[in-house]
């Protein structure tokens, strides 16, 4: 079965952390290519940040410098560290396959309270 599921949102203050985990399940994870996406009240869904099969990573502009990706590929699981967050990070978050993209899952909310 094919499933990406998100979790580790919370209610943060401006200038705390968050860890996100993404468990994924019936896909090639190993040799793909993950990235992590959010999506904001009434906006489109942004990307944040991807990661290569060799820990190449890459960020969105918004969030370089603050937010950390990484992956265990022997647990099927990609992360996101998020560090100084800031109330415009506030949003659902997403993992998801940029390889060989899935359906979206049900995300998991981060909101970032001034």
């Known amino acids: 079965q094919v499933q990406l599921v998100e979790s580790g949102g919370g209610l943060v203050q401006a200038g705390g952390s968050l860890r996100l985990s993404c468990v994924a399940s019936?896909?090639?994870?190993?040799?793909?290519?993950m990235g992590w996406y959010r999506q904001a009240a009434g906006r489109q869904r942004e990307f944040v940040a991807s990661?290569?099969?060799?820990?190449?990573?890459y960020y969105g502009t918004s969030v370089k410098g603050r937010f950390t990706i990484s992956r265990d590929n022997a647990k099927n699981t990609v992360y996101l560290q998020m560090n100084s967050l800031k109330p415009e990070d506030t949003a659902v978050y997403y993992c998801n396959d940029i390889t060989r993209p899935l359906g979206w899952g049900q995300g998991t909310q981060v909101t970032v309270s001034s």
């Open positions: 990661i290569n099969t060799h820990g190449g990573s």
């Open positions: 019936g896909i090639a994870f190993s040799i793909d290519t």
